[in-house]
């Protein structure tokens, strides 16, 4: 039997996986909801045949959608974290002694059971004390809070389906309200590539650039991402990801001693110097005067 699991990234352009078997395969109310187990990259989650993560890739996208902000920001206690039912980066936050409170907000409770059954390698910490799992829609949840959280994550699936509301103006701004006075947000920002995942970067870009006074995106290589190119915004009322970067707060980093594959603090200032035409791209939604996204 030759099985292929197979993703569209353009109307032109196929990425495929040999498939070893079928764990699961369910529809929610929102979304089916597919495992995998392949040799290349172990077994893996896809949501409405979209890749969410692999065993084998997702350090990579849970490091840094967790530890760019974390090295920076100086006094993080209570986090909420929006999409990411899959637990990776709840699993990541937990590390933190300083974080106390997580409000991981899922709005598809399928998705958490399922990763609790077939994905403990990043379901492992969903049970952790300081998790407080909210089976609601983010967009809803956010809606009405002020100056609560340290650090939102929107760690969501693209702007199509359920996860379209979290690309909205009105999500980015109440997201603003519900941080407190220093508070900051990261997105998964889409790939700058192929035009789909493009159009809907520079649309979240732009209502982001709109929100926030500091805005800037980063990058990592995430194989199995449409063209492997992935980017993520950080947002802030007050820090500057690459200014409040400084000799302190690497310490402070490397004291706390986490091991992390991906993220290291060299990489952290490198991962911040995006390609021209990404700048290019990122640049042409920023109105003139605003330091948004890459302007140095
Ligand atoms: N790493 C992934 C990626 O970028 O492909 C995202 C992983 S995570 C599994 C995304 C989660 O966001 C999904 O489980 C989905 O159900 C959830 N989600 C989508 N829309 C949502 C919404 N409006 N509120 C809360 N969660 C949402």
């Known amino acids: 039997m030759n099985l292929w699991y197979t993703e569209n990234h353009s109307k032109d352009a196929r990425f495929s996986i040999k498939v070893e078997r079928q764990w699961v395969s369910v529809q929610s109310e929102f979304q089916k909801i597919d495992v995998l187990e392949s040799r290349e990259f172990g077994r893996f989650l896809t949501l409405d045949g979209l890749m969410m993560l692999t065993e084998k890739d997702e350090f990579i996208y849970h490091d840094m959608i967790v530890h760019v902000a974390m090295a920076v920001l100086p006094r993080v206690q209570k986090v909420l974290v929006i999409g990411g039912g899959d637990g990776g980066t709840v699993r ?71 996860g379209e509301g979290l690309f909205t103006r009105e999500f980015y701004g109440n997201c603003y309200k519900a941080l407190k006075d220093d508070g900051s947000l990261v997105n998964q920002h889409e790939s700058p590539y192929y035009r789909k995942y493009a159009d809907s970067m520079r649309r979240a870009h732009r209502r982001i650039v709109d929100c926030f006074p500091i805005c800037r995106v980063y990058q990592a290589h995430i194989p199995t991402y449409p063209s492997g190119h992935w980017l993520f915004g950080f947002a802030s009322k007050q820090y500057d990801p690459l200014v409040h970067f400084d000799e302190a707060a690497q310490q402070r980093w490397n004291a706390l001693n986490l091991h992390t594959r991906y993220y290291n603090t060299e990489l952290h200032q490198g991962c911040f110097a995006l390609p021209t035409y990404v700048k290019e791209l990122l640049l042409e939604q920023e109105p003139d005067g605003r330091k948004g996204g890459c302007a140095q």
């Open 92 to 162: 990541e936050l937990v590390r933190y002694p300083n974080i106390e409170h997580i409000d991981l907000v899922e709005i598809d409770a399928m998705v958490v059971d399922v990763c609790r059954e077939y994905l403990q390698q990043t379901a492992c910490e969903l049970d952790n004390p300081k998790v407080h799992l909210h089976i609601a829609d983010g967009l809803r949840f956010v809606r009405g809070k002020e100056a609560e959280y340290d650090l939102i994550i929107v760690d969501s699936t693209d702007p199509f389906g359920p």
